[in-house]
Every structure is written in structure tokens, then in C-alpha cells.
């Protein structure tokens, strides 16, 4: 069971009903949920590929900063001239797909992981959620997203919503 008061701070930091909830998949700095392990198939029945999701406004605003200054354009300009940087956001891919697996398999969606992996950039969002949610080494190019966000978290919590640390 997921902790009431985690899903209020979810649902404060999403303005909105969280749905499919596995499990907290990391704890902001601050007490907060900021990475929900999402079930691959939402309660309504839809498929849902993005097991890790960024919950965390303040981080997921930085991010949306980060993707429209072309950091996934040179992220992907990287991967076709980086071997060694394909070849690690491939195992983040599959890292990503074992996790899911984990939880259960939905045919609609198998072998599709998110974020564009592993050949395409296309959410930095997912890929930081990744790096939080399986810890830095899985996802290289979500440690780098992490890596420019700073401490986001630093001003104090993003939402007060009786979590268990507000």
C-alpha cells in the first residue's frame, strides 16, 4: 500500500489524480515523493510505458527549461557519434524494460521502454525520473539531466501536503 499522505503530495505536485501507482520509485532531498513507479497498465486498461514518473513540479520545470534550450538535439547528435554513450543508454533501455517487466508485462508495449530509448532523445523528463528511480550508472544521459538540474530541492519542499517529512 502507498502512504496516503505520499499520494496527497503526488496528487499536490501533479494537480491531479495520480493513477497506477506501484510504488514510490525515489524520495525528493526533502521527504517528498519525486519519482512514482507507475503499473504498465493504468486502472482504466491503457497501456502505460513510463514506469518512472517525475512527479516533482520544481525539478520537471527545470527540465522543461533543459529541453527547450536543444539539450536533446545535442544528446542526440551525441548518440550517433558516440559509441560508448549508445551502447550505455542501450543497457539504460533495457534496464528500464527489466523494471518494468518486473511489475508485469503488457504485450501493447513490449520492448518499448521511454524517453526515445534507445536510439532517439525525445523526454529528459523520463530519463532524469530513471536515474533517480534505478540510481546514477543506469542512464547516462539522465545522470547528465540530473547533473545540470543542481538542488532543486534546496528552497524546501515543493508541495506541503501533510506528507510524512512536511
Known sequence: MI????VDA???????????IHEIGHRCPCGNPDV???????????????????TCPRAASKIGTLEASGL?????DRLGTDPELAAAYQKAHEAYLAART??????EIEGISAGGM?????????????SLAQGRGVNP????????LGEWWA?????????ATS
Open 36 to 54: 512514482v513507479t507507475t503499473e504498465p497498465r493504468l486502472p482504466n486498461g491503457t497501456p502505460f510505458p513510463t514506469t518512472f514518473y517525475l
Open 102 to 107: 518486473e511489475i508485469g508485462q503488457v504485450e
Open 10 to 20: 503526488i496528487q499536490a505536485q501533479l494537480g491531479r489524480e495520480p493513477r497506477g
Open 141 to 148: 544521459l539522465g545522470d547528465e539531466v540530473l547533473d545540470l
Open 155 to 163: 528552497s524546501g519542499p515543493c508541495v506541503d501536503a501533510g506528507c
Open 118 to 130: 534507445p536510439n532517439r532523445v525525445k523526454c529528459l523528463h523520463v530519463l532524469a525520473g530513471q
Open 3 to 6: 502512504d496516503p499522505r505520499d
Open 72 to 76: 536533446m538535439k545535442e544528446m542526440q
